[in-house]
C-alpha cells in the first residue's frame, strides 16, 4: 500500500503546541494590526455601496489615462486597476450617481471618446445603493451569528452529549439577541455576535465542555487569520468571500471533529494522566486521512485559483488559505488546547515506531 | 448472487438513470444563473409614500368638483402636510350636514372642524396601508406587462418584502434601454400653458407651475430647455389613451414619433378644450417634463394627438408601451443593479467548466495511485457524485439555477466526497494492517466510518443551510450546489462503493485487496 505518511509515525505533535500558538499569535497579530492601519476591511459594494465597472478595452489599457478621464466626470476618488489581464479594467466609483442606469454607459462613452481607436465593451455593471448594501451587511452578518449559533449546539450536543444544555444554551441566545433587537433596534449585528460568541465561551467554561470550547476557538482562529489576509492583500470583502468564510468554518470543523472523535475513542478505558499522549496518538492515527483530504481539497481549489478566472478568484484565494488554516488547526490548536486544560505531562521527544510492533498492535487492540 | 445486493444495485441503476435523463445534455437541461447567462438584475423600491399622496390629491381633485357642484364655496381642497389626509378650506363657514353628505362618497375618516373654514379628514391607518399595498400591486402588474411587451424569454418579476420588485431578465442585449423601460413613471397629463417663463426665478403665477421642455443636445443627450409655467391642473391624463403606436416619421426620415388615441372620455374632453383654448400652447407633460407644447389651432374632435421629438425607433416603440400600459402608481428607485454582458458569462463558464474536469482528473489520478483499484471504486464513485449533482439541478421543481459559486461549490464537493472514501479507505487499512481477513476489513471500515462521515459532513451541511437562508443570487447558488453535492457524496461513498465492493466479494472470493 502506497502511504504518504508511515502508518507507525509517532510524531509529537503536542509538544509543538507552545510554538504554534506563538506562531498563530503572531499571524492573527499582524492581520489585525493590517486592518487597523488600513483603517478597517477593504469592504467590496456589497457592504459599502458604490458602482463597478468591467470593462474590456480592444488593446491594452491605460490606468492613469483613464483615472483622467474619470476625474473630468467628478468621479475622482475612484479606484481603477488590471483584472487579469492588461486589456481589462476594473473601476470601482463610491457613489450611487444620481442617472444610476448611465453610470456605465456614461463612462464608456466618455473612454471611447479618450480612445477612439478601441473597441470597449462593458463586461459587467453593478450598482449597488445605499439601502441595499445595509441590507446586505445585516444578512452577512446574522448568516454568521446564526452559523455559530447551528455550530455550538452540534457540537455541544455531539460532543458532550449534552444536548439539554445545548438547545438551552440556543434558546437562551436566541431570546436575549431578539429581546436586543426589540428593546434596543440600534444596536449594530456586530454586538450580537460578539455577544454570542463570549456567551457561548462562558457557557462551555462553565460547563467544562472543553472539546466543544477547543474547536470554537480553533474556528475562531482560522476567521481570523484568513480576514487578516484579505486585509493584508487589501483584496476587497464581499458576499462571496462571507460565504467562503462560513464554508472554511464547516470544513475546518471536519478535521477537528475527526481528530476529537479518535481521542474519544483512543480515551476509553485510559487513565487520565495518560491524556496528552493520547492525544498525539490520535493526531498520528488520524493524519493520513486529514493530509490525504485536505491534500485533495487543496488541489481541486487551486485549480479554480488558476484556471477559474478573474471573477472567482478571490473566492478560491479565501478557501485555500482557510483549508491549510483550518488543517493546521485542527492539529496545532484544537488538541493541545485540550491537553492545555487537561494539565496531563506531555509527551517528549520524537519517535518513529516501525510497522508491525507488538507495541503499536497493542495500542491499537485496545480501541 | 444474493438478493438484497441485487436490490441495493437496482437502486444505484435507477439513481443514474433517473439523473442520467434529467441531466443530459446538460447544455440544455441545467439553468444557468444570470451570471453565467448574462442579464439583468434590478431592484426596486416602488416609493408608496409618493401613491398615497398621489390618490389623495386625485381625491382631492373630485371632491371639490363635487362640493362646487353641490354650491358650496370651497376654496381649496388638497392633501394635509403629512399625507394622511384631507383638508378642505372654504370661503366661509359651510353647510355641515350638506359637506358630509357630499363627502361620505369620497372619505373614508370622519371630519373634524379645525376652524370655521376649515375641515379636515384623516384617513384611517388600514386605508392608507390598502393604498400602499394596491400601489405595489399595481407597479408589479405593470412592470410585468412592459417587460412583456419587450419580448425577454423568462424574465422574473417579483415583489419583494413591503416596496421591493425584483426584476430579472435573463439573456438581455440592451440593459439600458430595458432599464429605462422598467424605471419610467410614464405619467402623461396635458396641462395649459400660461406663458413662457423668461425669467425662472420669477414668481409662478397663482394656479401655476413651472416645467421644462426637454431637448436634446449635439451628442443626443437630453437637458433641459425652455422653462414654461403651465396650469396646475391637469385636463388630460394617461389613463384616458386608448392607444400608442410608434410610427414613422413621413417628413424627417428615420425618425419616428408617437400617436396617441384617446377614449371616448377623453376624447370629449379634448374636444372640449380644443374648442375653448385656440390660440392657446397645450404642453404634453410625460413625468414633469413638457415633450412638445404645440399652439391649438382649432377643435380637434377625433382625439388624436402626436408626440414628436427626435426620438429613434427603439424609443419611440418603447414610449408607445409605456403610455399604453398605463402609469405607474408612483415612481421607482432602482437601488440595486447588476448587469453581467454575455461574453463575460460565457467565459465564466468555460473557466468554470475547465476547473471542474482539471479539478476531477488530479482527483481521479490521485485516488488511482494512491488506492490502486479500491481508488478506482472512489473514481467510479466520483463520477456517480457529480451526475447526481447534475440531475438534481436540472430538476424542474427545484428551481435552482446554476451559478459561477455554485462551479466552485461543485469543484469543492470532488475534493470533500474524497474525504469520505478516504475515512473508509483508511480504516479498511487499519483492519488489514492488523490481519483481519478482507472482507471483514472492508465490512468494518465502512462500519467504523460511517458515524464519522456523517459528523463531519453535517458541520458544512449547517453552513451551507445557513448560506442558503441569508444569500442572495450567486451565494445561493453556492450553497445549493455545496448541500447537494454533499449529500450526494454521503450517498455514494457509503452506499455505491459499499454495493460495488459487495458486488466484488459475491462475484469470486478475494484474498488480497487492491487497496
Known sequence: ?367 | MKRALLIKLGVVAAVIIICAIFALPPKDKIRLGLDLQGGLHLVLRVEVDKAVQRTLERTAESLRTELRGRGLNVTTVEPDESNTGIRMLFGAAPDMALVEEVARDYLPGDIVTQSPEVLVSAYPAAELQQIRTSAINQALEKIRNRVDAFGVSEPSIIRQGTNRIVVQLPGLDDPKRAIELIGRTAQLEFKLVESQAANPNAQAPSGTELLYSKDKNDQRQLMQGQGYFVRKRALLTGDMLADARALPDQMNFGQYYVQMRLNNRGKRIFARVTEENVGRALAIVLDNAIFSAPVIQGPIPGGEAQITGTFTPEEARDLAIVLREGALPAPVEIIENRTIGPSLGSDSISQGVRSVILGGALVFVCMLIYYRWSGLIADVALGLNLLIIMGVMAMPYLGASLTLPGIAGIILTIGMSVDANVLIFERIREELRLGKAVRQSVETGFEKAFVTIVDANVTTLIAALVLFQFGSGPVKGFAVTLAIGIAASMFTAIFVSRVIFETMFSLRRLVKLSI
Open chain 1, 1 to 367: 500500500m502506497l502511504t504518504i505518511i508511515p502508518p507507525g509515525l509517532h510524531f509529537d505533535f503536542v509538544a509543538w503546541a507552545k510554538q504554534a500558538i506563538i506562531l498563530s499569535a503572531l499571524v492573527i497579530v499582524i492581520g489585525l494590526v493590517s486592518i487597523v492601519v488600513r483603517g478597517g476591511l477593504n469592504l467590496g459594494i456589497d457592504f459599502s455601496g458604490g458602482t463597478l465597472l468591467q470593462l474590456r478595452f480592444s488593446e491594452s489599457a491605460e490606468i492613469n489615462a483613464i483615472r483622467d478621464v474619470l476625474g473630468k466626470l467628478k468621479l475622482g476618488n475612484s479606484v481603477v486597476q488590471h483584472f487579469g489581464e492588461d486589456r481589462e479594467v476594473l473601476i470601482r466609483v463610491p457613489e450611487v450617481a444620481t442617472e444610476q442606469a448611465d453610470i456605465g454607459s456614461q463612462v464608456q462613452e466618455a473612454l471611447k471618446a479618450k480612445f477612439p481607436g478601441q473597441t470597449i465593451e462593458l463586461r459587467r455593471a453593478e450598482v449597488v445603493g445605499p439601502q441595499v448594501s445595509a441590507d446586505l451587511r445585516r444578512q452577512a452578518l446574522f448568516a454568521l451569528f446564526y452559523a455559530i449559533l447551528g455550530i455550538v449546539i452540534y457540537i455541544s450536543g455531539r460532543f458532550e452529549a449534552k444536548w439539554f444544555a445545548a438547545v438551552g444554551l440556543a434558546v437562551v441566545l436566541f431570546v436575549v439577541t431578539y429581546a436586543i433587537t426589540q428593546w434596543l433596534p440600534r444596536v449594530a449585528p456586530t454586538i450580537l455576535i460578539i455577544v454570542a460568541l463570549l456567551g457561548a465561551i462562558v457557557f462551555c467554561l462553565f460547563l467544562q465542555l472543553q472539546y466543544a470550547l477547543a474547536a470554537i476557538l480553533a474556528l475562531f482562529h482560522d476567521v481570523l487569520i484568513t480576514v487578516g489576509f484579505f486585509s493584508l492583500l487589501d483584496k476587497p470583502f464581499n458576499l462571496p468571500i462571507v460565504a467562503a468564510l462560513l464554508t472554511i468554518v464547516g470544513y475546518s470543523l471536519n478535521d477537528t471533529i475527526i481528530v476529537f472523535d479518535r481521542i474519544r475513542e483512543n480515551m476509553h478505558g485510559q487513565r487520565r494522566e495518560q491524556f496528552a499522549e493520547t492525544v498525539n496518538l490520535s493526531i498520528n492515527q488520524t493524519l493520513s486521512r486529514t493530509v490525504l483530504t485536505s491534500g485533495t481539497t487543496l488541489l481541486v481549489v487551486a485549480a479554480l485559483f488558476v484556471f477559474g478566472g478573474e471573477v472567482i478568484h478571490d473566492f478560491a484565494f479565501a478557501l485555500l488559505i482557510g483549508i491549510v488554516v483550518g488543517t493546521y488547526s485542527s492539529i496545532f490548536v484544537a488538541s493541545p488546547l485540550l491537553v492545555f486544560w487537561n494539565g496531563s505531562a506531555r509527551v517528549q521527544g520524537l519517535s518513529l515506531v516501525p510497522r508491525g510492533t507488538s507495541d503499536n498492535r497493542r495500542r491499537a487492540q485496545r480501541t
